[in-house]
Structure formats: structure tokens, C-alpha cells
């Protein structure tokens, strides 16, 4: 019975130290992970500081609206605008990944999309688009690892003078509601930054008229996984469902999509970042 008693207070003794190990251990891990979640929510930050404010898309264009979802607390997904010489540009971008390796990203999509408008100069989507691959190429060309990380991408430039839009896009299209048809300008099947780098995009041009409404979209929406199958949605279903939509107020189609994202999804969990940019000429 001594003997018993020995070993099982050894035994005791031992448990006891482990426990403590693995309470040591629990509190430097929850440290790490707080110190992680600390760096993402100031990246997420920094990401918010260089995307434009819901305000500067309604100043823009006064009828339209902007859903944007990150997945992760920062995003792959990013919108970008800006005005030269009454000409409004603007466009919806995807980039590999999502969460931090799709937010810094992002922040090269960014400053390539500004450098070619306000240093180059460029005025011409599909010269824009050029430029953004090669300046997304450069950023990891040198590296010694191949690097294939990219973006899909839909950009539009509108004459606010005679509602002109050019459009070029990579992988990504624009839909246009009219008179309860959806019009669709395709995207040229290649990504941003690791394709023929000398090929120019294809650009198109439409007349707009008063009551088109233009959608602009990753493709985070469509490719939700949820209903009773638990599949994607699709492009197709997603697209009809804009065109039912398009003669609804903006913000009140804005709400609508949220809401049937969240029914379809149900209890599952959002499956990539979604944006998606309305606006109605």
C-alpha cells in the first residue's frame, strides 16, 4: 500500500508539472495570437485608408451603391476611382488569395492603378490595364521563388460629358441593365501580372443611356457556397438576380443582396471576399 501510494503521488506530481506545461504554453500561444490579430487589425487599417470611403463613391455617382465583404478582416477584393479631366474612372479588382496575402495585394493594385492615371497619364482603360500588369509583374520578378499571384480585374472609364464608356477588363465583366436585358461586355481571359506582358487588353466602347444601370463585381458573390445543396451560386443565377434588382432604388438593392447572401450561405461560412459596385447613370 506504501508502495501505491508513492507512485501514485509521483505519478501526481508528474501530472501536476504538465498541466503546468500546457497552461505555460496555452497563454504564449493566446499571446501570439493576440499579437497577430493586433497586426491584421492594423493592417486592416492601413487598407481602409487607401480604399475610397462609401461617402466618396455616392460623390462620384449620387445613385449607387457598394458591397463590400471581406471574408478575413482585410481583404483580396478592392474598388478604386478617380476623376481626370471630367472623365471618371472606376473599377472592381480580385486579387490571388484573400485575407493578409490578398490585402498587400491589393495595395499593389492600388498604387498601380494611381501611378498610370496620375503619373503616366494614361487615359485609355486597356493602356491602364497594361500598365497595372507590368507594374504588378515588376514587384516579383526578382524574387527567387515563381511567383504567380495576380488579379482579375474590370475597370471603366466614363466621358461625364456625352456618357461614353470604355471598358477593358481581365477576366472580369461588367453587366449593364437596360429595358429589362442585360447587356454583358466580356473580359479578356487573362490575369493582371503574370501573362504576355507586350499584348494589349481588348477595349470596348458603349453609348450609355439615362437609366442604365452598370454592376461591377469580383466573383466572391457568385461562387458562395450554400441552398440546400450546398453549391455555388453560379454567375448565371447571381446576374439574373441583378437584373431583377436594377430598377429597385440602389441602397435598397445593396440591402437585398446582403440579405440573400446571408440566406443562401445560411450556416456556412462566406467563402471568399465579395464587392460588388452598382451605379446608375
Not at 59 to 66: G, K, P, T
Not at 83 to 110: E, Q, R, W
Request: net charge negative; with cysteine.
Amino acid at each position: 500500500m506504501y508502495n501505491r501510494f508513492r507512485v501514485t503521488r509521483k505519478q501526481k506530481e508528474v501530472i501536476e508539472v504538465q498541466k503546468a506545461e500546457v497552461e505555460e504554453k496555452k497563454e504564449q500561444v493566446e499571446a501570439k495570437n493576440h499579437e497577430i490579430l493586433e497586426s491584421i487589425n492594423y493592417a486592416k487599417k492601413l487598407q481602409t485608408a487607401v480604399l475610397p470611403p462609401a461617402k466618396v463613391v455616392k460623390e462620384f455617382f449620387n445613385d449607387s451603391f457598394l458591397l463590400y465583404l471581406p471574408r478575413d478582416i482585410v481583404s483580396g477584393d478592392f474598388y478604386w476611382m478617380e476623376t481626370k479631366n471630367n472623365i471618371s474612372y472606376f473599377a472592381v479588382a480580385d486579387c490571388t488569395g484573400h485575407g493578409v496575402p490578398g490585402a498587400m495585394l491589393s495595395i499593389i493594385g492600388l498604387n498601380g492603378l494611381n501611378q498610370a492615371v496620375n503619373e503616366e497619364y494614361l487615359t485609355q482603360p486597356k493602356d491602364i490595364l497594361t500598365s497595372l500588369s507590368k507594374t504588378v509583374n515588376r514587384h516579383f520578378e526578382k524574387s527567387d521563388a515563381t511567383v504567380r499571384d495576380g488579379m482579375d480585374i474590370c475597370l471603366c472609364a466614363l466621358n461625364n460629358d456625352g456618357n461614353e464608356l470604355a471598358y477593358a477588363g481581365a477576366n472580369n465583366p461588367i453587366w449593364i441593365a437596360r429595358n429589362g436585358e442585360m447587356i454583358i461586355l466580356k473580359a479578356d481571359r487573362r490575369a493582371i501580372g503574370h501573362d504576355d506582358l507586350e499584348r494589349e487588353f481588348t477595349q470596348q466602347q458603349i453609348q450609355l443611356k439615362e437609366g442604365d444601370t452598370l454592376y461591377l463585381s469580383s466573383d466572391g458573390y457568385q461562387d458562395q457556397l450554400g441552398g440546400e445543396k450546398n453549391r455555388k451560386m453560379m454567375t448565371k443565377v447571381f446576374r439574373e438576380r441583378l437584373l431583377k434588382l436594377s430598377s429597385e432604388p440602389m441602397e435598397q438593392q445593396r440591402s437585398v443582396l446582403i440579405s440573400e447572401l446571408d440566406d443562401w450561405k445560411g450556416e456556412q461560412d462566406q467563402t471568399d471576399d465579395v464587392c460588388v459596385m452598382g451605379i446608375r447613370i
